[in-house]
């Protein structure tokens, strides 16, 4: 079992930055691809970034590219989201999202606010 611990959400100003952390725990052997989602009220859970276990391979809803990065640390079982310019339709709970032997798993999410 695998248990995802999000960090890092609060409130900001648009045009502000915000780094997320999220750190995997428990029994597991080997977590491929790590990433995160978001769900802003009234909407469906999007993805907004994921990475390959290597770190060499990632992917950005097209509404972040250019401002937000992905990045992890193996040996720590963590994957970051540097969220940079964030926009007031960043706004929404990031989920942190982790994946093995084909079965996903999530954090409890964490709000990110972004005022206008």
Do not use: H
Request: with cysteine.
């Amino acid at each position: 079992q695998v248990q995802l611990a999000e960090s890092g959400g609060g409130l900001v100003q648009a045009g502000g930055s915000l780094r997320l952390s999220c750190a995997a725990s428990g029994s597991f052997f080997r977590l491929n691809d790590m990433g995160w989602y978001r769900q802003a009220p009234g909407k469906q859970r999007e993805l907004v970034a994921v990475i390959s276990r290597s770190g060499d391979m990632t992917n950005y809803a097209d509404s972040v590219k250019g401002r937000f990065t992905i990045s992890r640390d193996i040996a720590k079982n963590t994957v970051y989201l540097q969220m940079n310019s964030l926009k007031p339709e960043d706004a929404a709970v990031y989920y942190c999202y982790a994946q093995e032997f084909g079965r996903p798993y999530w954090g409890q999410g964490t709000q990110v606010t972004v005022s206008s």
